[in-house]
């Protein structure tokens, strides 16, 4: 069945880096564009980061530019979500999610990793 | 602040029909295609409406989306305890080239 699956959470400490992946099946991956999107505790969705199916168009948030990169493996069906320079501010679930275009909708959600970033 | 517009809360009684707005602008929904999506408590989000009013499979007849000018609507009818979720708008923006959320609707069943 058509499934991602996130993994790398964890707690981080302020300025250090974390690595987050996800993992795809039951579909061919490298067809679909691939978001990052969190929630902080109580809050709402934002999408932090997406990538086009073949990894040549990529979109920041404000709030993580410069600090996070979206990145790809279609030969390993794997997404990433390098985040470095982290903030308090970045404590979330983070979700992975399928797009059925770019910026069109999303489709498929994994079930979230949680990042707390605490000294 | 978020791009689009949602209230924080509804709540209707079991059986009834309510409606959730999402308000937003010509950079946005007015010219883009709204989703619809339903985080049940302590779960991930999942697709609920998508194209302003398609549903995907398995999603039943109870919701539906429309859409008019700048802003677009989620209606559920017949509503159940089940429905007690939080249900977010979401859409492309052509401005900021970036897909924006809706701040989110809490729904209770009363």
């Known amino acids: 069945q058509v499934q991602l699956v996130e993994s790398g959470g964890g707690v981080g400490q302020p300025g250090r880096s974390l690595r987050l992946s996800c993992a795809a099946s039951?579909?061919?991956?490298?067809?679909?564009?691939m978001h990052w999107v969190r929630q902080a505790p109580g809050k709402g969705l934002e999408c932090v980061t997406v990538?086009?199916?073949?990894?040549?168009?990529?979109y920041y948030a404000d709030s993580v530019k410069g600090r996070f990169t979206i990145s790809r493996d279609n030969s390993k069906n794997t997404l990433y979500l390098q985040m470095n320079s982290l903030r308090a501010e970045d404590t979330a679930v983070y979700y992975c999610?399928?797009?059925?275009?770019?910026?069109?909708?999303?489709?498929?959600w994994g079930k979230g990793t949680t990042v707390t970033v605490s000294s | 602040q978020s791009v689009l517009t949602q209230p924080p809360s509804v709540s209707a009684a079991p059986g009834q029909k309510v409606t959730i707005s999402c308000s937003g602008s010509?950079?946005?929904?007015?010219?883009?295609?709204v989703s619809w999506y339903q985080q049940l408590p302590g779960t991930a989000p999942k697709l609920l409406i998508y194209?302003?009013?398609k549903r995907p499979s398995g999603i039943p007849d109870r919701f539906s989306g429309s859409k008019s000018g700048t802003s677009a609507t989620l209606g559920i009818t017949g509503l159940q305890t089940g429905d007690e979720a939080d249900y977010y708008c979401?859409?492309?923006?052509?401005?900021?080239?970036?897909?924006?959320f809706g701040g989110g609707t809490k729904l209770t069943v009363l």
């Open positions: 979401g859409t492309r923006d052509s401005s900021l080239s970036a897909w924006v």
């Open positions: 010509s950079s946005n929904i007015g010219n883009n295609y």
């Open positions: 039951g579909f061919i991956f490298s067809n679909y564009a």
């Open positions: 194209d302003n009013n």
């Open positions: 990538i086009s199916y073949d990894g040549k168009n990529e």
């Open positions: 999610a399928r797009d059925r275009g770019y910026n069109y909708y999303m489709d498929v």
